[in-house]
Structures are given as structure tokens and as C-alpha cells.
């Protein structure tokens, strides 16, 4: 008799690859049915065996293989991919061996659940890079253009179904991009092709990237390049805070009104200790990426301040805020590390403090992940 431990499996050929535990795409070359039985002596002829397709088809075993001399066998049938999702039954003469689901996925429904996402990172001059979606013109030295690809029943249908990438402004012919996965990629249900950029120009111009899939666009994304000055007249303030309780510093949390701006440039932090005493200035370079940008100062001990102390903030020549001890409050931290709320019992939530919070809370799972 027939072991009844039975599995059936499904494994679909394209391009001359395997696939394991995927649906029958439009595109497959060939399906392979696989079973490994437990025979014994008189049940191991390949001709007794069939498979019964649910339109009345029948396929014969294409082979029956012993393992490792033992009675299991491993028992294959392969034939081209039918048409629509249908089933299947394995037979040996009269006897059900195991029934088999294929499903079916066409091109159409492939396409529509395709996933694509883009992203831009800038290349700086020590070869390290930043994401983001707004950067300041001649800082970069080259870019690279992420496009992101997911699908739920895996990524091997992308071997016949064309994705391109066009990237254009309105001074300059558009430039394309096939992109073509790796054949070790297919095997996946997500994956990322990056496609280097050499250096944009450097006057202030709007890219437009968009995605499509066998000519219908799936997903678009702007790049802005602006000078200098044009990127820090969008800077904006979301909070400033003295931390500290013997000694103190100061720090400011900064966004922009431009989308994920991201760029270096030179700022200034101008303390006075009070009105009788001259300004000290602390100078340094910062990066913002993505839209934010943290920039603290220099510790003083609380014998340094005078009462009517004060910071100025200039970012390129041009003031942001002024911090006094009435502007901002102060985090004071107890013997066990805690702090109690910046915050005044009066202060409004708004869309910045959600921006804030939202990207802290960001940075913490992508650390702990």
C-alpha cells in the first residue's frame, strides 16, 4: 500500500529558475508537481502514475526517483502552466496519491499589485551620502536614485514585465532607465536597484522622476535643487531648550518648509553673558537631512550666566532665533536620570511638535530594528 504520509508541492520554471512556494505566474515556462512517497515493491512503476487535471487532462509521471536506496521515492510530473487557476489529482491506477491547488495570477493582476517606491541620496565629497528630496545646488558630486520593489507573491515576474524610470526638468531631454533585477533578486518578494547619477547642475532647477510599469506610471517624485540662500530662507525653528541643571547648553531643533531638505552649511552660535559682557561666538558646519537638523552649543556652568544672558543663532549670515532665559525652558534631570516636562502647562500641540515626535519615534524603531 501507498504511505499516507503524502505532500504535494508546486515549483515553477521561468528563465530556467526554480521557483519554490509561488503562484503560476503568465510568464512561467513550465510547472513541476513533486511528491515524495513511501512505496513499496509494487508500486513503483512511473506509468501507473498520472495526474488528473480538473478539465479532464491527464499527465504522466515525467519521473519517479528512489532516495538514498530507501523505499521513499520521489515522484515528478511536469507540464506546461495552464491558462486558469484549476487543481489537480494524483492517481496510481485507481488510488488518490494527493490533490494540488494551482493557482493562476495573469499579467494584469501581476502589475496591479506591484509596489514601487523612490528615493534620492546625495553623494558627498568624502563618498559618504543623504537621503532626501530638496538639496542645495554644487554641494553634490554625484547622486543615486533608489527605486524600492515589492510584490506579495514574489518578484519573478519582473523578467517580462518592464519597469523604467525617466527622469526629467523642463530645460533638458529626459533620460531613461530599464531596471533590471538580477536573476538572484527574482527569488525574492522585495528588493532595492539603486542607479547612479553623475553630478546635476549646479543652478537651481526642479528634477521630476517618475516610475513606470509596462507604460503606465506608478509612482512620482520631485527633486529640488536651490542655492543656498534659498535653502536657508526655508529654515524654521521647532523648538529650543537649555539642558541642564549645574551646567547648561543650549539646543535647537530645526525643519524646513522645503520637502526632506537635506544640505551643509555654516552656522553661528553667539552667547553673551550679559549685557555688560562681549558676545563669544561659536562657529561650525552642520548637515540637515531629511528636513531636520539638531545644533547644540558649548556647556557653561551655571557661575558663567548672569540672569540676562542670551544666544543668538545665525545660519549663513542670517538670524534664526534669539534664546533667553524666559524664551525657553530648561530640562532638569533628577538623581535617577528622569526629567519632567519642557514644556509649559499651557503649551498647544502643533503640527512641528507632531513632526518632532514622529521623528524621534522614527529613529528609535529604526535603531532597535
Known amino acids: 500500500m501507498l504511505s499516507k504520509q503524502r505532500l504535494l508541492h508546486l515549483r515553477v520554471q521561468q528563465d530556467g529558475l526554480l521557483y519554490e512556494n509561488v503562484p503560476i505566474l503568465w510568464c512561467a515556462d513550465t510547472i513541476w508537481i513533486e511528491g515524495t512517497l513511501k512505496l513499496p515493491v509494487g508500486a513503483r512503476n512511473k506509468a501507473e502514475y498520472r495526474l488528473h487535471l480538473a478539465d479532464g487532462k491527464q499527465v504522466q509521471a515525467t519521473h519517479l526517483k528512489q532516495i538514498d536506496n530507501s523505499e521513499r521515492f520521489r515522484l515528478i510530473f511536469r507540464l506546461p502552466p495552464p491558462a486558469n487557476t484549476t487543481s489537480a489529482v494524483v492517481r496510481w491506477r485507481q488510488h488518490e496519491v494527493g490533490t494540488i491547488e494551482l493557482p493562476v495570477v495573469s499579467k494584469e493582476e501581476y502589475s496591479q499589485h506591484l509596489q514601487l517606491d523612490g528615493a534620492f541620496s546625495q553623494i558627498w565629497e568624502n563618498g559618504t551620502t543623504n537621503m532626501g528630496g530638496t538639496f542645495i545646488s554644487g554641494q553634490n558630486h554625484g547622486w543615486i536614485i533608489h527605486t524600492t520593489i515589492q510584490h506579495r507573491v514574489g518578484l519573478y515576474g519582473l523578467s517580462e514585465l518592464p519597469i523604467v524610470l525617466e527622469l526629467s526638468h523642463e530645460a533638458d531631454v529626459p533620460h531613461h532607465w530599464d531596471l533590471v533585477l538580477p536573476k538572484h533578486l527574482l527569488r525574492g518578494k522585495s528588493a532595492q536597484v539603486p542607479i547612479f547619477l553623475p553630478r546635476l547642475p549646479k543652478k537651481a532647477i526642479n528634477y521630476h522622476a517618475t516610475w513606470s510599469v509596462a507604460g503606465d506610471v506608478r509612482h512620482s517624485q520631485r527633486l529640488q535643487l536651490l542655492t543656498a540662500k534659498q535653502f536657508v530662507a526655508n529654515l524654521r525653528l521647532i523648538s529650543q531648550v537649555m539642558v541642564g541643571t549645574h551646567s547648561q547648553y543650549p539646543v535647537f531643533l530645526l525643519g524646513s518648509t522645503s520637502p526632506r531638505g ?90 512641528a511638535a507632531d513632526e518632532e515626535l514622529y521623528d524621534r519615534l522614527s529613529k528609535i524603531m529604526n535603531e532597535n530594528s
Not at 524664551?327 to 500641540?349: L, N, R
Request: proline content about 6%; aromatic content about 12%; some cysteine.
Open 262 to 351: 537635506t544640505g551643509k552649511f555654516g552656522y553661528e552660535l553667539i552667547f553673551q553673558a550679559s549685557k555688560e559682557m562681549p558676545p563669544v561666538p561659536q562657529t561650525g558646519q552642520c548637515t540637515m537631512e531629511n528636513g531636520l537638523l539638531v545644533i547644540r552649543g558649548t556647556e557653561l556652568t551655571v557661575d558663567q550666566f548672569r540672569g540676562d544672558h542670551r544666544y543668538w543663532l545665525l545660519i549663513e549670515g542670517r538670524q534664526i532665533t534669539e534664546l533667553t532665559p524666559t524664551s525657553a525652558p530648561v530640562v532638569k534631570f533628577d538623581a535617577e536620570g528622569g526629567f519632567s516636562t519642557i514644556f509649559d502647562a499651557d503649551f498647544t500641540w502643533n503640527d
